[in-house]
């Protein structure tokens, strides 16, 4: 999909997509910086668009790692289907069911999750529940990353985390603030 098919896919959705250009090359490196991808191999993303970091992430996998992504709009999930890499399993259902697909893959858990989801817009009872599923899903020491336009959710992820750090993309349209969590022990 090129560019500007996004920018038209995106501005029919916006309500879903949250952005109307896709995500920078600066932000796609910043979305993994954290993720332990000698150690994983079971890698989720969720909201992954045409799939421009989703490209990022098989790339620094290793060859026996998986990495399912979730999308729920019909045209970028076409384009996910493009990406041919037997690695790739990718899912078009609400990533609000990640729980139940991390079971039908047989992923005793996620390694890290990387989130694109538009969790601002998304109702909060809805959000916590997501963001929630996520952390039970990691496994201890596992990661999670989000992308946001504005800064703040940063309080939230630290109450469900127990800890988060947050880096400000200059390089990307909109600026972005990317926020890191993980799972620890003590956190419950
Ligand atoms: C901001 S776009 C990000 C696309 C791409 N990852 C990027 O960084 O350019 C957010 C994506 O999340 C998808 N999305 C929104 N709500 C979702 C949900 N509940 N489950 C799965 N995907 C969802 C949208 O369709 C959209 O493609």
Same mark, same amino acid.
């Given at each position: 999909?090129?560019?500007?098919?996004?920018?038209?896919?995106?501005?029919?959705?916006?309500?879903?997509?949250?952005?109307?250009?896709?995500?920078?090359?600066?932000?796609?490196?910043?979305?993994?910086?954290?993720?332990?991808?000698?150690?994983?191999?079971?890698?989720?993303?969720?909201?992954?668009?045409?799939?421009?970091?989703?490209?990022?992430?098989?790339?620094?996998?290793?060859?026996?790692?998986?990495?399912?992504?979730?999308?729920?709009?019909?045209?970028?999930?076409?384009?996910?289907?493009?990406?041919?890499?037997?690695?790739?399993?990718?899912?078009?259902?609400?990533?609000?069911?990640?729980?139940?697909? !991390? $079971?039908?893959?047989?992923?005793?858990?996620?390694?890290?999750?990387?989130?694109?989801?538009? =969790? @601002?817009?998304? *109702?909060?009872?809805?959000?916590?529940?997501?963001?929630?599923?996520?952390?039970?899903?990691?496994?201890?020491?596992?990661?999670?990353?989000?992308?946001?336009?504005?800064?703040? !959710? $940063?309080?939230?992820?630290?109450?469900?985390?127990?800890?988060?750090?947050?880096?400000?993309? =200059? @390089?990307?349209? *909109?600026?972005?603030?990317?926020?890191?969590?993980?799972?620890?022990?003590?956190?419950?």
């Amino acid at each position: 999909m090129n560019y500007y098919q996004f920018l038209k896919n995106s501005i029919r959705h916006i309500r879903t997509t949250g952005t109307i250009t896709r995500s920078s090359r600066t932000t796609c490196k910043m979305m993994i910086r954290n993720v332990d991808f000698g150690r994983g191999r079971y890698f989720v993303e969720l909201g992954g668009g045409d799939g421009v970091m989703t490209r990022y992430i098989l790339r620094a996998m290793h060859p026996d790692a998986k990495l399912m992504t979730f999308e729920i709009n019909p045209d970028f999930v076409r384009a996910l289907h493009k990406i041919d890499d037997p690695r790739l399993i990718v899912i078009s259902d609400q990533a609000q069911k990640l729980p139940h697909y !991390l $079971k039908v893959h047989r992923f005793p858990h996620a390694d890290a999750i990387i989130s694109s989801l538009p =969790l @601002l817009v998304i *109702p909060s009872d809805e959000r916590t529940a997501i963001v929630q599923a996520c952390r039970e899903s990691l496994r201890p020491g596992g990661t999670f990353s989000q992308i946001h336009y504005s800064p703040t !959710l $940063k309080n939230f992820y630290g109450y469900i985390f127990g800890n988060v750090e947050m880096k400000f993309v =200059l @390089l990307n349209l *909109p600026p972005a603030f990317i926020m890191y969590c993980q799972k620890n022990h003590e956190h419950v």
